[in-house]
């Protein structure tokens, strides 16, 4: 018997009666999808019949009722009738549809178009795309070209990371991107924004200063305005695997409040909270889909957080969020670090074990909007709380050619840094077109303290371990650190039109940042009387100023050519004083800047941009600290209080051109990026010596080359896309060894193919292939070459048994060849399976069986390597393995009134 459909819209207090009947055509067959509406002297409701003619109305209350019925092809009907009772069924009489018969004369077919491109923004229109009927926005994206979603619900366009959510042009829960994605119906949505975000003063002056961030604005139909969503997930598994979350949402045009929670030790994230999207290391892109799990070590984490966003006024919205996050991560893995001198090689093999404990308090507040005038102000604010716990063991064996020693390493961390910072942004509106002011402050604070316990033990031998030269070497170190880091950053614009076209802009750039750093060190050899080491103790104040001058001329022709061009001066002075000694390093240096953009549409679906930029960049607080670091004695460290600022010049251009009616895009752009005044290692060693010395200097000589290119096409036909995404990076690296310099040329190529195929609502599938390139060669102690590939390929299907099964499974293979060391030419093959059941109206409720890494192989696929200098660095560290786990999702949603 087919499901009545029930629709229900506006709430009744005093509603007794149900209304329910039949639509039929004149033949007598049953009509199904037919629009119903009742109206009644207090409600409103509307439905649709089912397969069987069939309609129902619930608590409706009134006396007086009057139906319609309508459907495209058929004439209108109507009812109406009386009720004198309550507490009763009604059923309406029998209605039938007469045919419509009409003559038209033309007609024209339009297609919604799937892609709009603009300069800074391009647009998926949801009307253009097939999604299954419930879907969310997460289901939704994968289905978009050139989007890509991680396991752990990161989301990236073309291969860039989209780090925030808006809604309507507003932040969505606080820019929550992983409540957007997991919680919104794709039936709300009509359509999608990827924008190149410049921060909010080029926003409001046209210009583009700085590095984009991508962000996605999502725009809901004007009748899905108002949202009650969240969901609960819980699920067990073998391995002592588990996870559960629960979200509670509610959205009313820009009104929010959200409480969400989760807790799982399956490197998931089920929501974002502060830093859990961001794990350990940065992953691939082209890791196989994700079907691998990309995060080194086994996590444990469990976060709450609470939302509330509310209007100030009539102009004006205030937000606040609380969000609470804890992470542990436990690593196993084993390195190998071989450093080249001339006449001395050091090899360091290291097994380790990493524990690290997170504890993250963050506050946000923010309030912003227009005043009666027109002006903007938006004011942010973040106060946090974090608070690590590292404990990290090795045990090591470093030899060169004569000189062996065996031993081990151990370091407790805990580090405490309460953080705040403020963003306040004004603009004025002005009457005359073209003419703005902007203005933005940002303060911040951290403090960082720091407690450390290195303890080291190692025995130093020729040859063979009988033959032991010295007693065994032992060192145990107390190290209070204590830094405080002020900095203030000032950026003021003014624009002024000039003659039809062009406007000047002035702008003024103040940053300045102060560190105070206090270094203690004991001798904790005799536990029960620790001697000071005054010769490894730090007294450092450092401090930095930057001032910017700029004049750009803008000139805008319509919406076909911009130009930016213009010039700034940017003195700098960098300050460092050293108590202990009572000696003071001073630099000072003025930069003259030069800078363009110009954006040329060459046609209704093809552009061109160029663009030049110069950034200053300071050394951090490690590279100029004037004290020997021997934590690991192997390894000293020695920061350069005289270092200079880097100063990069980058010039980058780009080419897009777009078919929106066929939703094809393709872009591809070069970057070239000289810095002068790279900040550099300097590294010795003793000859015959396990010890090596590392200081910093200033040189010339960095240059890097980086191009990329993407093209997302349907192939064939509208349900098989196909995305192509590649990248070649060239690096041209500096380092001094033993007092030379020497060069690190180093080549990375990356190339990617994506095949997604959908079957109406039976099928989904995909396949997917990479090809990575690392070509590293340096000439220390004599040129060598490194030449690692790694190929990948994979394959998914999802087909649907029914209306409420499905299956699924994932494969992927994996190929290394080129390490230099063979515990990384290892080959790996993943392979995923699950079964789902949907339940309760509207598929809310999701029953899943998954197994996870059948073969168990993921496990040791940690890879990590680094060519740089004279080091070779390659690591193999764990991963999830194998495990299978039982899980139940509930969605909670009330859709809102049509």
Partial sequence: MAVLIICVLGDTLFAQNSIGGSVQDTSGNPLAAVSVRLTTDQDTFSCVTDTSGRYIFEDVGGHTVFLTFSMLGYEVGYQSMFLLEENNHVEVPEVRLEPMFFTIKGVNVVRVLPLVVTEDTIQFNFDAYKFRPNSLLEEAIKKLPGFHVARDGSVYYNGKAIRRAKVDNKDFFGGNLLTATKNLPA???????????????????????????????????????????????????????????????????????????????????????????????????????????????????????????????????????????????????????????????????????????????????????????????????????????????????????????????????????????????????????????????????????????????????????????????????????????????????????????????????????????????????????????????????????????????????????????????????????????????????????????????????????????????????????????????????????????????????????????????????????????????????LSSSTIQQTTFQNTSGYYDMRWFYVFNTPFITDDLQLDLTGNTDYFNHPSYIDNRKRITKQLMVNQSLQLRYTLSDYLESGFIANYNLNNAKYDIPFRTHINVHTWQWGMNTKTYLGEHFSVGTELSQRYNEGYTANFMNINQTVINGFIEYTFLPNKTGLLRLQGFDLLDQNKNMGIYSEYIGNDVYEARNNRLGRYFMLSLNIRIQKYPKK
């Fill in 187 to 685: 039936g709300f949505i009509q359509n999608l924004q990827v924008i190149d975000d410049y921060g909010p003063i080029d926003e409001v002056t046209g210009s583009k200063h700085d590095k984009p961030e991508k962000i996605i604005n999502i725009t809901l139909k004007p009748d899905r305005k108002q949202i009650y969503f969240g969901q609960m997930t819980m699920g067990g598994g073998t391995n002592d695997r588990y996870l559960g979350s629960l979200g509670l949402n509610k959205f009313d045009d820009g009104r929010e409040i959200s409480l969400n929670g989760s807790i799982n030790n399956t490197n998931t994230n089920m929501v974002y909270l502060g830093g859990l999207a961001g794990m350990s290391r940065e992953r691939s892109l082209l890791d196989i889909g994700d079907y691998a799990d990309p995060v080194d070590g086994l996590n444990h984490v469990s976060a709450v957080g609470i939302n509330l966003s509310d209007r100030l006024g009539k102009r004006f919205s205030v937000q606040t969020s609380y969000n609470f996050s804890r992470k542990r991560n436990i690593t196993d893995g084993f390195s190998q670090l071989t450093s080249s001198y001339i006449g001395n090689t050091i090899t360091r093999k290291e097994d380790y074990t990493l524990e690290t404990n997170d504890f993250n308090h963050s506050v946000k507040f923010g309030v912003e909007g227009k005043f009666a005038n027109k002006d903007e102000l938006k004011i942010h604010g973040n106060l946090a709380f974090n608070k690590q716990r590292v404990y990290n063991e090795k045990t090591t064996k470093i030899s060169n050619a004569n000189t062996k020693n065996i031993g081990s390493f151990q370091d407790t961390t805990e580090l405490t840094t309460p953080n705040g910072d403020l963003d306040v942004f004004y603009s004025k509106f002005f009457a005359r077109k073209g003419r703005k002011f902007a203005a933005n402050l940002s303060l911040q604070s951290n403090t960082l303290k720091r407690d450390e316990t290195f303890n080291e033990r190692y025995i130093e031998f020729v040859d063979a371990p009988d033959d032991i030269d010295e007693p065994p070497y032992l060192q145990n170190q107390l190290i209070n650190q204590n830094n405080v880091t002020n900095s203030a950053n000032l950026a003021l614009t003014y624009t002024e039109p000039f003659m039809d076209y062009g406007r000047f802009e002035f702008n003024y750039l103040f940053d300045i940042t102060g560190i105070d750093a206090v270094r203690l060190v004991y001798n904790r050899l005799n536990p029960t009387n620790p001697s000071y080491i005054d010769s490894l103790a730090v007294d450092y104040d450092y401090y930095y100023k930057n001032n910017r001058f700029g004049l750009n001329y803008q000139y805008e022709s319509g919406k076909t050519l911009k130009v930016n061009v213009g010039f700034a001066v940017e003195p700098i002075v960098l300050t460092g004083n050293l108590a202990l000694e009572g000696m003071q390093y001073t630099y000072e240096n003025i930069n003259l800047i030069p800078t363009a953009n110009v954006w040329y549409k060459l046609s209704k679906d093809l552009d061109w941009q160029i663009d030049y930029r110069g950034k200053n960049n300071q050394p951090n607080f490690n590279q100029i600290a004037p004290v020997v670091d021997n934590s690991n004695s192997r390894n000293v460290i020695i920061g350069n209080p005289e270092l200079k600022a880097e100063f990069a010049h980058r010039i980058s251009t780009r080419i897009r051109k777009s078919i929106p009616s066929k939703a094809q895009y393709l872009e591809t752009n070069f970057a070239y990026n000289v810095i002068m005044d790279k900040i550099v290692s300097d590294k010795t060693s």
